[in-house]
DNA sequence: TTAGAACTTAAACCATGGTTGAAGTCAAGC
DNA sequence: GCTTGACTTCAACCATGGTTTAAGTTCTAA
């Protein structure tokens, strides 16, 4: 045991989790050998500290907790798994740089939509008066309102 | 029925999803006023298949099915509700930007890992004979096996 | 006119990623 | 010695986002 040894609380506390996840990420394997003390209580040793870490890591990016624990699994079984994990690691990582490209060229379209909102709330500013300046979507919509409300 | 609507079917392959998925999103209450032709059919108007595009821009930015459908109530209230789809879309793009922020964070985590196992492996292929050199986790886990087994 | 493809509904089912509740144990301070 | 807080287990529950299944209808083309 320890001096930087940590109970779940600290754990949880330190990495702003409840202590409830981290004793769901030990039942599915993300912690493996997590041991206890006398009194039967969870034992986060440096390495399971920073075993976290790299969880957190690759779950931001949004790798299942299934991978993860094939991960972990590998770093169990020593310096053999490493061309394993490695390519593991190349192919999560060009995953993630795609999901970013996607979620780029879906903001572009949501940048469109907010000028045209934009523009319409400072026509609105720019004159009250002429009440028929409908574009784009709304056209879309005023003729959907159209087949539905004729 | 105007020439450019499409059946369930046309609209699921335009956008590679199944046609479960359109029904479920229907259900939802994602497209809103969604019509039937004389058999009972959907009908996808051209203001369904622009809305769908939008819904899966938002989709793919990660906006749960619940916030979608508020955006889409508003859509349909008409133009008086432009401040409040400016309101969403702009707090919407800051969270976006955030994320992919945090998973730039997350991956250079990744890439220290992958460096490590690159070098790793690179130094196998210069020399087979020191089977000793373990470093960084590999040292954790090291010492974590010291624990386990001891 | 009959088979097959394409559609319909409602309800059940599924995976993922947790969260919550009940009932109990243990160590420390009053 | 007794309460309080931090922990334990196990099972049940939950939300999200669909998918699947069963049973039935309808258009299309040979």
Redesign the interface.
């Known amino acids: 045991m320890h001096t930087t040894d940590r109970t779940i609380g600290e754990a949880a506390a330190h990495f702003g989790l409840p202590e409830s996840t981290l004793r769901y990420y030990e039942k599915k394997g993300l912690l493996p050998?997590l041991?206890r003390d006398e009194a039967g209580r969870r034992v986060f040793?440096?390495?399971?500290m920073?075993?976290l870490?790299?969880i957190?890591?690759?779950k931001?990016?949004?790798m299942p907790l299934g991978s993860i624990r094939q991960y972990v699994e590998w770093?169990?079984e020593?310096?053999q798994t490493?061309?394993l994990?490695?390519d593991m690691?190349?192919k999560?990582?060009q995953a993630?740089?795609d999901?970013?490209e996607?979620?780029?060229?879906?903001?572009d379209?949501?940048?469109i939509?907010?000028a045209r909102?934009?523009d319409?709330?400072s026509g609105w500013r720019k004159s009250r008066t002429d009440e028929e300046n409908?574009s784009g979507?709304?056209a879309?919509?005023t003729?959907?309102r159209k087949?539905?409300h004729p």
């Open positions: 050998g041991g040793s440096e390495f399971h920073t075993l870490q790299v957190l890591n690759l931001r990016t949004n770093v169990v020593g310096e490493t061309p994990r490695l690691m190349l999560h990582r993630v740089l999901e970013i996607i979620m780029h060229e879906a903001l379209g949501i940048d939509k907010i909102y934009e319409r709330v409908a979507e709304e879309a919509h003729s959907y087949e539905v």
